[in-house]
Nanobody, 117 residues
Framework: QVQLVESGGGLVQPGGSLKLSCAAS????????MGWYRQAPGKQRELVAF???????KYEDFVKGRFTISRDNAQNTVFLQMNSLKPEDTAVYSC???????????WGRGTQVTVSS
């Protein structure tokens, strides 16, 4: 199993930036997908972006050009750089690890991002 811990959330003004981190620990496959999801109050959780063990990245349209997902393999950490933040980006952001060998899925507890003036 993989344990995930997110950090980096907070309050930021519209147009500002935040960088989220997701630190992974525990046993893992060499074949995986790690993603960032978010859930705003009263809404369903939605995918924001993901990165595969091969380095392929994908972004949802509402963050393209503003958010960047990356990873540091040495630190077992995935990042989400968020620029040009909008009030509608306000949500709890959680990271997810999908082990493609076993199918096991792990979730972090999430970190709150609030975009407000």
């Amino acid at each position: 199993q993989v344990q995930l811990v997110e950090s980096g959330g907070g309050l930021v003004q519209p147009g500002g930036s935040l960088k989220l981190s997701c630190a992974a620990s525990g046993s893992s496959s060499s074949i995986y997908i790690m993603g960032w999801y978010r859930q705003a109050p009263g809404k369903q959780r939605e995918l924001v972006a993901f990165i595969t063990s091969g380095g392929i990245t994908k972004y949802e349209d509402f963050v393209k050009g503003r958010f960047t997902i990356s990873r540091d393999n040495a630190q077992n950490t995935v990042f989400l750089q968020m620029n040009s933040l909008k009030p509608e980006d306000t949500a709890v952001y959680s990271c997810n690890h999908r082990n493609l060998a076993s199918g096991f899925i792990s979730w972090g507890r999430g970190t709150q991002v609030t975009v407000s003036s």
